[in-house]
């Protein structure tokens, strides 16, 4: 057994209504790899917080090298030689690597000097990074390393890392891997939180798993299957969702050599993107965040307008109808951010219910609401899609993410739609709403819609989807039957790990 | 200590209560500022809010005054709440309101001295085509180059004062009466005059309309997809656009409504209580409307609660400037500290302020 470094005991953190963290007490030795492993919600981000110093405790103790430990502030668990890398980056798009990098420091040195000290440590450490470029250009694998390196140059005992896969293509995991091994052989500790079980079991030599905010069990996870480890996560069995099995249909959405530049400046345009989609089909589109995603979702539910026959719905060109005129042909999307694009924050699920539904649903004769329809049709969305709510007066952003979520993917598939697009259905959500959420789009597309997923899970898609297409910088690869598919050639649609397959060799 | 604390829900007593609360410190302020200035702070306060209304002496003068001043300032803070429900910020209402009563005036000089029913009504038109015209150059210049239409409202402002000038003492100016600036009295031609509908009520053919327009408003937040559409796009912009709403036929739409409420309101005044184009015909409503708008909660019912105590300022102020001597810019004080304290006391809508002891280690 190591030295121990992080001992907590007896962590306790309430909100009002909800217990976060309750006693939770375990060890983290000196250089161990040591996985959080839970549900969203289970408490892991809360506990890291108390860790990081930007929670305090209502009860319970740390020690970190056997001396109490305390942070009431970040600085001062950086000061101690506690580092954290988020999962969402604070990072400034117009600002370089080193910029970025000195605005999270408490004295930067001179740019220049710092810029050298980037270079080394990312040299050192296999992680690639120019200094010199703006990160608004950077992928969202690059950014992670700007985070990374900037913990690193603070000579940390201790790395927090959240989530910090579900940026990455599986190569880039790999070599992310080889970099916390590297620093744990140094004697640096590492709390990776995630819920992917085999990277924990690939990676990580203990692992303390959160439910409800308590801790269920302390274990090795090389010594535990996949299924172990989950049934402890979620305190269920778990059942995959069912397919029924279908002919091919005719093709409902289709569309042509299509470029289309974003609406963002720092998005990613689309370059000659193709594909169809069948009736019945569910095609899944994998890629790393902002490779293209957002935009084709805009662009298919015509939020983005396209030249007008580059996109075909059912025959008819469609490239130029916006949102509302495709609704009532029957193409109907859920965007992946759930509050604030899917659905008004600050508005009743009535409210929300009538945002896309209007035309489709008949909701509005003349323009005139009928608020007494409208309410039962998000009644109805409620009671079919299980939607924990006191009722459709409730405020969107009352509700939990699974909640919502299933609200919003709800209102869409009671539209009837013959094509559905949605964007990360499942992210942030808990694992019992992600299956009521799966099997819902499986069950349309066994009504004959054509169901487009795109999403970052990679387990999500191989379990739902019949074919497969990744997008890389904006680019859409030919579609595959996602059957017989490994995780590897998976990785290399996605783009495999680009550059940075090199670095790693180069310093072997 | 004192912390700040983010409500997770804005109060709704705290958004309801605010306005009155708001009222009830602007008198104190303003009688603090009575008492400075040497005056009886009572007298004064209850001159300008009570007296208009109660008095004996000048009741039967400044009540019908009451409706005649609010009119417009209810006529132009409802077509500017429904831009500001949508993040859409029309300041420069003054200057739609000049070309309203410029356009509605050009008519009814344009067929003096000849009698005809269709004269007002073509007025009417003219008037409100002449505030949406002035609101359409920020709009364009939004849609088109992205511009800011807070700005370009506002200076138009400036311009549409100019114009008005020119023609008071150019074109529109009364050819009968040599070396005075200023048009025809419109209350003089009977064919363009919005007389009193029943005597000494105040009730002009202004006030009729901004009652409709307040309906048209009530229905339309409340009802009609439009007014959703005006609030996904103020709340989320970005789920008004999944919504299929056009951000930029919204602010067409926005500025619009306003524009042409506010020229409607300059083509009411102009041929009714102030009779002429002058130099010094514009007197603020468009701005005071602003004011109306957020202490109205940008609510169509509130706006008229606002639009009343607004107009009861106006008429307070002259009462005092008569009997007390108090300065014309008093009144202009009292307007802005409403909106000062309004702002304030908002901050507890979504703010909750706790004391707690230091038990930081």
């Known amino acids: 057994m190591r030295a121990p470094l992080l001992r907590l005991d007896g962590l306790t953190k309430a909100y009002p209504g909800v217990v976060a963290n309750d006693d939770v007490s375990f060890e983290i030795g000196e250089g161990q790899m040591h ?108 950014r992670q390393r700007v985070e990374i390196v900037r913990c690193l140059l603070q000579d940390p005992k201790l790395l927090i890392m959240d989530e910090p896969t579900s940026v990455l293509t599986p190569q880039e995991v790999d070599i992310l891997f080889l970099t916390l091994r590297k620093l744990s052989a140094e004697g640096t500790a590492i709390l990776y939180i995630s819920h992917k079980l085999e990277e924990i079991r690939a990676l990580c030599d203990e692992a303390t798993i959160l439910r409800g905010g308590r801790k269920v069990a302390t274990c090795d996870p090389r010594e535990k299957s996949a299924r172990e480890l989950a049934e402890l996560m979620v305190g269920q069995v778990l059942t ?33 993107v193709s594909f169809t989609l069948r009736k019945g089909e569910v095609l899944g589109i994998a890629g790393v965040a902002g490779n293209g995603q957002d935009e084709l979702l805009l662009m298919l539910s015509g939020e983005l307008p396209a030249p007008s026959v580059r996109v075909q719905l059912k025959g008819k060109p469609v490239g130029h109808l916006g949102p509302n005129g495709r609704r009532l042909l029957g193409l109907v999307a859920a965007p992946e951010e759930r509050l604030g694009h899917a659905a008004a924050p600050d508005m009743s699920l009535t409210a929300n219910a009538l945002l896309s539904a209007s035309r489709r649903k008949g909701l509005a004769k003349h323009g005139f609401i009928d608020w007494r329809k409208t309410e039962s049709f998000a009644r109805d969305i409620i009671a079919r899609f299980d939607v924990r709510t006191p009722g459709p007066h409730v405020l969107a952003r009352a509700l939990s993410g699974g909640n919502l979520q299933k609200f919003v993917i709800g209102r869409e598939i009671e539209l009837d739609p013959d094509v559905i697009i949605v964007n990360q259905p499942t992210w942030g959500v808990d694992a019992a709403a992600a299956a009521t959420i799966r099997q819902a789009l499986l ?54 790990a680009g550059d940075m397959h090199v670095a790693h060799e180069a310093s072997a | 200590m004192i912390r700040l604390e983010k409500r997770k829900e804005p109060s709704k007593f705290w958004r309801i209560a605010n306005p ?47 409706l005649i001043k609010s009119a417009p300032l209810i006529l132009i803070a409802v077509g500017l709440a429904v831009g500001f429900k949508a993040n859409i910020w029309n300041i420069g209402a003054e200057g739609q309101y000049i070309m309203g009563a410029l356009f509605g005036a050009g008519v009814a000089l344009a067929f003096f001295p000849a009698p005809g029913w269709y004269i007002f009504p073509l007025m009417v038109l003219a008037g409100a085509f002449g505030g949406f015209l002035w609101a359409m150059i920020p709009a364009i210049l939004k849609t088109r180059f992205n511009t800011n239409e807070i700005l370009v409202s506002l200076l138009l402002v400036y311009v549409a004062e100019k114009i008005l000038a020119a023609m008071a003492l150019g074109v529109m ?33 202004g006030v009729v309309a901004a009652l409709i327009a307040v309906i048209f408003a009530y229905v339309m937040m409340t009802r009609h997809m439009l007014g959703f559409h005006v609030q996904l796009a103020g709340q989320a912009p970005r789920a008004a656009r999944f919504a299929g709403v056009s951000p930029a036929r919204l602010v067409v739409i926005c500025l619009g409504i306003s524009g042409a409420l506010a020229g409607l309101a300059g083509m009411f005044e102009v041929s009714g209580p102030g009779g002429q184009v002058r130099i010094e015909f514009a007197t603020g409503y468009g701005f005071t409307a602003i004011i109306v708008a957020f202490l109205g909660r940008l609510n169509p019912i509130g706006i008229v609660l606002a639009g009343l105590l607004l107009g009861l300022t106006y008429i307070g102020g002259e009462l005092g400037q008569m009997i007390l001597q108090l300065p014309g810019a008093a009144i202009q004080v009292f307007q802005g500290m409403l909106l000062f304290f309004l702002l304030a006391l908002d901050f507890q809508t979504n703010y909750r302020l706790r004391l707690s002891k230091g038990v930081r280690t």
């Open chain 1, 35 to 142: 996985a959080l492993l839970g549900e969203n919600g289970a408490g892991k981000s809360t506990l890291v917080k108390m860790i990081y110093g930007l929670v305090k405790p209502d009860k319970g103790r740390m020690h970190l090298h056997g001396k109490p430990f305390a942070p009431a502030k970040p600085s001062e668990a950086r000061r101690n030689g506690v580092a954290m890398v988020f999962q969402h980056f604070s990072l400034f798009d117009a600002l370089d690597v080193a910029e970025n990098v000195a605005l999270g420091m408490e004295n930067p040195p001179p740019l220049r000097d710092l810029a050298q000290r980037i270079r080394d440590v990312s040299e050192e450490y296999g992680l690639p990074l120019d200094p010199a470029r703006l990160v608004g250009e950077l992928s969202a694998g690059e």
């Open chain 2, 173 to 205: 100016r009364n050819p009968d009466i040599a070396g005075f600036p200023g048009s025809r009295d419109l209350r003089r031609y009977e064919a363009a005059h919005n007389a009193e509908l029943f005597a000494n009520t105040g009730i002009h053919w």
């Open chain 1, 240 to 272: 995959p969702p069912e397919r029924p099995a279908k002919p091919k249909g005719d093709v409902v959405l289709q569309v042509d050599n299509l470029s289309l530049a974003s609406n963002n400046p720092f998005g990613t345009s689309l370059k000659n």
């Open chain 2, 20 to 66: 009155f609360l708001a009222v009830v410190l602007t008198m104190l302020a303003g009688a603090v500022m009575f008492a400075m200035l040497g005056k009886d702070p009572v007298v004064a306060i209850r001159l300008i809010f009570f007296d208009p209304i109660f008095s004996d002496t000048f009741g039967s003068y400044s009540r019908p005054q009451l």
């Open chain 1, 443 to 496: 069950d349309l597309a066994g009504k004959g819609a054509g169901v487009l997923v795109i999403s970052q899970d990679l387990d999500e898609l191989l379990e739902i989807s019949d074919s497969f297409a990744a997008l890389n910088e904006g680019r859409l690869t030919d579609t595959r039957p996602a059957k017989g598919l490994s995780v590897e050639d998976i990785g290399l649609m996605m783009g495999g």
